[in-house]
């Protein structure tokens, strides 16, 4: 990594960010949002295919060849509120290369128009779909970053409460499991990180968790029963607020008897995957989570 290409990435998340107001209106800000996490032209090259699953529109993203019978069930960041397959497409053609399978990349709806339990509901349900379809849970793995990755441990928990078979794996990237913002790191890596700061995620928590419940295990997993999980890979950036996060859900899971891995990679911001095409940094995080859905798709 060049440190010219990491500045380049930070710069235009700060020109985003900045540039709101509490007078911009919330579609222009989703549209800013999906701009600058895809302000570069995909490198990978992949076959892009809307579907729905369970009801819920999706885009299915297959970079070269493929092994039909294996799936990536994916769930995008964005606090809830923003956030789409458009601004998580590059990260799904890298993956979708790096693990030889399809990745279905959910387009769950979103709040303050859907709250909470809305995307919980959409996540089982195009889990589910992808079952009543043929795949084996064996050949499924789901994964997701921020918010999505949050998202993708509440799903493993409502597939547990809805006494589903539980999929191969998990992935998830800096995963917001805890909607309080109680970490230590939400005020010691406050400085250092430009994209997550307290005040705008407890806003993301309240337009989400509209009865005020933010301890509710599937909105925040940090309070959830962990025990009979996949393995786990949990990816984060050293350099974030929510860095606390992904270091105490790991421990949870760890006394829960999950199998559970947590990369630290230094220097990195929030989701820093989702710039794999500008960072070197993602594409190896990347291949590293191809390969562990490889490792446990492949049985």
């Given amino acids: 990594m060049s440190a010219e290409q990491l500045e380049a990435v930070i710069k ?23 701009e600058v996490f895809s302000k570069r032209p995909c490198t990978v090259g992949a076959k892009l295919e809307p579907i729905t699953l369970g009801g819920v529109p999706a885009v299915k993203i297959s970079a070269g060849k493929v092994d039909a019978d294996r799936a990536i069930l994916y769930l995008h960041g964005g606090g809830y509120v923003f956030g ?26 979103l709040a303050p128009e859907n709250p909470y339990p809305a995307a919980v509901d959409d996540a089982t349900a195009a889990y589910r779909a992808l079952l009543d379809s043929g795949f ?30 539980q999929p191969a794996c998990a992935v998830p990237l800096s995963p917001w499991v805890d909607l309080e913002c109680t970490g230590e790191t939400m005020e010691t890596r406050a ?10 995620t407890r806003q993301l928590s309240d337009l989400y968790v509209t009865d005020g419940n933010l301890r509710d295990p599937l909105a925040s997993p940090l309070h959830g029963d962990l025990t009979g999980l996949p393995p786990l890979l949990i ?15 790991a421990a949870n899971a ?24 500008r960072l070197d940094e993602g594409v190896a995080a990347i291949d590293r989570m191809g390969a562990f859905i490889l490792k446990h798709t492949s049985r």
């Fill in 136 to 165: 084996k849970p064996g050949n499924i793995a789901i994964s997701g970053d921020s918010a999505g990755g949050g998202l993708t441990i509440a799903t493993l928990l409502s597939i547990r409460n809805h006494k589903l078979p």
């Fill in 254 to 277: 760890k006394k829960a008897g999950v199998d559970v891995t947590l990369e630290i990679e230094p220097k990195q911001i929030h989701v820093f995957q989702i710039f794999a095409s």
């Fill in 235 to 249: 990816q984060v950036g050293d350099r974030e607020t929510l860095l606390d996060d992904s270091v105490r859900i």
């Fill in 191 to 200: 400085a250092v990180d430009p994209m997550v700061q307290r005040p705008l």
């Fill in 84 to 109: 789409s397959p458009v601004s998580h497409r590059d990260l799904g053609e890298y993956l979708s290369k790096a693990a030889r399978a399809a990745v279905y990349m959910l387009d769950y709806r």
């Fill in 12 to 34: 235009d998340v700060q020109a985003c960010f900045s540039a709101w107001t509490q007078e911009t209106p919330l579609a222009k800000m989703r549209t800013d949002w999906d």
